[in-house]
């Protein structure tokens, strides 16, 4: 099994840009998630999606900040007229619904700098 | 609300010796899960374990240990014999009972440990 991948893998952009980061999960996963993770931080939770419905969204996801997952496969975060603030890694994990509680399994992450 | 505490920011021991990473948690629910992940310079979480509410039984893997504790509300976490590969940042998480539960799916995670095993 290929694992989580996440597109690109470093981002650069100039403040008041859009970017668009890809996630595709372990092909068999059912939901997937996004977290944000600063400098010195542990992640935290921005979204997530059970087939392509989004069913839970934090706080921390700003109106500037849409998530997709439109076939129930890969998501997609936009972030629209990014700041400085954005920047930070921004991790995707996938999972398999279960009757309990998943085990969430993370990609890489896609490094964003806003300068 | 729910609340993971890593008080040790960093932690840097020599090959071979024994290290425990201390995680303490906050949470009302009765049912929750709490987990380790491994972050190593390359970014990618790792998962080691995951742990619900109702199960006290201390786990040992190889060469790591978890220690649950529901008294202190602690899930500490042991790597005997380091080695170097070992360094990485740890953090532990904590989720509540899952969706199909009522619950919610997010982890909520402490800020992390970075171990340095040192040659």
């Known amino acids: 099994d290929t694992g989580v991948s996440q597109n690109p893998r470093h981002k650069i952009t100039k403040r008041g840009q859009n970017v668009t980061f890809r996630c595709d999960p372990i092909?068999?996963?059912?939901?997937l998630y996004w977290y944000r993770q600063t400098l010195g931080q542990g992640p935290e939770f921005l979204t997530y999606f059970q087939n392509e419905a989004q069913l839970e969204k934090s706080r921390l996801l700003s109106d500037r900040f849409s998530a997709e997952r439109p076939k129930g496969s890969f998501s997609t975060l936009e972030i629209q007229r990014t700041e400085q603030g954005d920047s930070a890694m921004y991790l995707c994990a996938s999972s398999l619904a279960s009757g309990v509680k998943d085990t969430q399994y993370f990609g890489p992450g896609t490094r964003l700098t806003v300068l | 609300a729910q609340k993971v505490t890593q008080a040790q920011t960093e932690i840097s021991v020599v090959e071979k010796e024994d290290v425990t990473l201390d995680c303490v948690y906050e949470t009302r629910d009765t049912t929750y899960y709490l987990f380790w992940y491994k972050q190593p310079p390359s970014g990618e979480l790792v998962f080691l374990i995951r742990r619900n509410s109702f199960d006290e039984q201390n786990e040992i893997s190889g060469r790591y240990s978890w220690n649950f504790q529901k008294s202190t509300s602690s899930f500490n976490f042991t790597i005997t014999a380091s080695q170097v590969v070992d360094s990485a940042v740890y953090f532990c998480a904590l989720s509540e009972a899952g969706e199909t539960q009522g619950g919610s799916e997010k982890l909520v995670f402490g800020k992390g440990t970075k171990l340095t095993v040192n040659p």
């Open positions: 092909s068999e996963h059912n939901r």
